[in-house]
């Protein structure tokens, strides 16, 4: 069947532009399947809003084999605003990768103009549909919107606030599985431009529900991790009691709207998870669980009998819960109870204190939303800067846990996650690969099935790799593979299987490399989707490993071509390449290629200042830089940039790493 062409489309475009201006009611399904969108065709709709409709696909180029969920918008009846977040919509699912999250599988335009997303399709009933129709437990709904809170979770770590949170925007599958969806809205946090969050208020109102809208949402005020945390706690509320905590009884959505200021909820008779509810629904934001994983933490207190932070400390309310977890040992117990009574009044004191500085911790948490902005690849260039601001807040608050002594360990290990990152995004590697590994140590030693939570692998694998710790990188990314194949996570399978290939690679094995690359084109097959550019790479890297220089050089500029290097695009998932060509071009004589390439590279290295003394990856490109000058017979700059390349390099891989010797022996040559 022919792709999606210019003559069909302009026949049902103006139907379409119809369709988004009636009534849910009025609308009807306009005959678009057995048309094609890139490689999917078109069997039946799914649904239809306000910015266009959703479509199940099959996959019929031959190539693989499945199924997806294809989302169409028409850009002749929406704003500007509307197509900013469709473009949103892709940008924030391209960087998300979380199993509890429907994945982007491919983006692109029609002939005639009309983008289109194209992501897993997610075959399951809505979150309230499910737990109703299965007669689910208390317990068994308070889990599931704690697998919700998951997803959200490495939403609000990649920096991205979803904004829409509600029962149609979840579906369970048939396994109990939570999946969110439609990240239409998404709110990039930090953002620069002050007037963002308004126009996501106004000129996104009508994508907006009313029911789970938050208050500083309605207002059109600042939006952060709490708000998501507030629609959570909503959903949380109408899967336990069957109604809604203010809307109930509304008879339009401006009611609907209003009860949002002015009712507070119900308390449900439920005792500690009343308390739980009820921190979740406050009316401010700065009163609210600050992320998704204190929310799930005292979701898993309350399933524990444990406990939960939403309740005011005091010594009896913890003596009832501790009676409850521990009532043999505690009747044991119960007559040296007496003499200890003073001793524990002593300690409240400290106690309070205790808390407080906890409390301040957990605003520190909130105050990271004003240092950093992760959003499509272009935002991030510009807000590097911001990484060093991020990363002092994440160290002052790991400082404040340890001090209290008091920090769970879940909150403390996504913590140590997030210095690492930080430090890695900085090129700082020596430092990041240790706090990485302290993470992972510490994952591991809170689970006895010797399962690794893969978001926190997979930062620790390419640390490993790039510090040229190869025996522990191959450990651990065949671990990432294998316990991946396991689970039937076909997208970080195909990360561990992607990075046994670069371990492979890096010891000057490409035959090794090319079953390894044959692996993560099996895993990408299962999940129906192609990385065309990454292949593009290690096929270059591996011509470069055999001594192929011609391939591998058109390998490289293949790969950046297709990134839209040419068109003058500059995205970080550029580095590596660049690095690579520029390396390349060095060997076959191209001075001047591999000069452009290395400043290239550099430019996405920078991000502050200090980079040029502490980056990895700023004294990487300043290496390449130095020795096409020295080809170019400019010894003056080689020696400037060869100089910093040494800096940059003892700093942030250590003096004893290649990349480090390769710099100072080439200086050395220069000093003679």
């Known amino acids: 069947m022919a792709d999606m062409d210019h003559d069909p489309w302009q026949k049902f475009e103006p139907f379409l532009d119809q369709s988004l201006d009636l009534s849910d009611g009025e609308r009807v399904v306009l005959p678009l399947s057995g048309f094609r969108v890139g490689p999917y ?5 799914l649904g239809q809003g306000e910015m266009g409709s959703v479509w199940l696909a099959r996959r019929t180029d031959d190539r693989f084999e499945g199924y997806a969920a294809v989302k169409l918008l028409n850009l002749a009846s929406l704003s500007p605003s509307g197509q900013e977040r469709f473009r949103r919509e892709r940008s924030v699912l391209d960087n998300l990768g979380h199993p509890g999250i429907a994945r982007l599988l491919d983006a692109g335009v029609t002939a005639t103009g ?24 208390r317990a068994e709904r308070i889990a599931l919107v704690m697998q919700v809170l998951s997803a959200v979770a490495h939403a609000h770590a990649n920096l991205v606030v979803h904004c829409d949170i509600k029962p149609s925007n979840i579906l369970v599958t048939r396994e109990g599985k939570a999946k969110l969806l439609d990240f239409g809205i998404a709110k ?3 953002s620069e431009d002050d007037t963002d969050h308004a126009s996501l208020a106004v000129d996104g109102a009508h994508e907006l529900t009313p029911e789970f809208i938050a208050p500083e949402q309605a207002r059109g005020d600042a939006i952060t991790t709490a708000t998501d945390v507030y629609a959570v706690g909503v959903l949380l509320y109408l899967l336990l009691s069957g109604r809604h905590p203010t809307a109930d009884g509304s008879r339009s959505p401006f009611e609907a709207l209003a009860a949002v200021f002015d009712v507070k909820p119900r308390r449900l008779g439920l005792g500690d998870l009343d308390n739980v509810v009820a921190k979740a629904l406050q009316k401010a934001p700065e009163l609210r669980y600050q992320s998704a994983v204190a929310f799930a933490d005292d979701l898993g207190r309350y399933l524990a009998h444990e406990p939960v932070r939403a309740q005011p400390d005091s010594i009896p309310y913890r003596a009832r819960k501790f009676v409850r977890r521990n009532r043999v040992p505690v009747v044991a117990a119960a007559a040296t109870t ?23 911790a957990a605003s520190i948490a909130v105050s990271l939303s004003t240092y950093e902005e992760l959003g499509d690849e272009d935002r991030r260039l510009e807000n590097l800067k911001r990484r060093r601001e991020a990363l002092a807040s994440y160290q002052r608050m790991a400082t404040l846990m340890d001090t209290t002594r008091r920090s769970e360990a879940m909150t403390r290990n996504v913590m140590q996650n997030n210095i690492g990152v930080a430090l890695s995004s900085l090129g700082e590697m020596t430092a990041a690969e240790r706090v990485l590994r302290g993470a992972v140590q510490a994952f591991l030693s809170g689970n006895t099935d010797g399962f690794v939570d893969p978001g926190i692998l997979i930062n620790y694998c390419r640390t490993l790799l790039f510090v040229q710790h190869l025996d522990s990188a191959a450990l651990w990314y065949e671990r990432l593979y294998r316990q991946s194949a396991k689970s039937r996570d076909a997208f970080m399978e195909s990360e561990g299987a992607s990075g046994m290939a670069r371990v492979e690679l890096a010891r000057g094995r490409a035959d090794a490399a090319s079953r390894w690359i044959r692996r993560m084109k099996q895993a990408d097959k299962r999940r129906a989707y192609a990385n065309p550019n990454a292949e593009r790479e290690l096929a270059a890297t591996a011509a470069y490993v055999r001594g192929d220089l011609a391939r591998a050089m058109a390998g490289f500029d ?99 790493h290649a990349l480090t010797r390769e710099a100072e022996s080439v200086l050395a040559l220069l000093r003679r």
């Open 188 to 190: 990039l946090l930090a």
């Open 338 to 360: 007496v003499g200890l009574v003073a001793a524990t009044f002593v300690s409240i004191d400290r106690m309070r204190e205790a808390r407080q500085q906890r409390d301040v």
């Open 558 to 656: 293949t790969t950046l071509l297709s990134l839209g290097y040419a068109e003058g695009k500059r995205t970080y998932a550029m580095r590596t390449v660049l690095v690579g060509a520029s390396r390349v071009a060095l060997d076959i004589g191209d001075a001047a290629k591999a000069l452009e390439y290395a400043r290239a590279a550099h430019s996405l290295a920078f991000s502050d200042p200090l980079s040029e003394t502490r980056s990895a990856y700023v004294g990487e490109s300043r290496l390449l830089e130095g020795r096409a000058l020295l080809a170019a017979g400019d010894t003056v700059g080689a020696r400037s940039a060869l100089r910093r390349a040494v800096t940059a390099l003892r700093t942030g891989v250590g003096a004893g």
């Open 41 to 45: 065709t078109l069997e039946r709709q």
């Open 114 to 137: 009309q983008p289109y997303l194209i992501r897993e399709y997610v075959e399951g009933q809505r979150i309230d549909v499910f737990a109703r129709s299965h007669g689910l437990s």
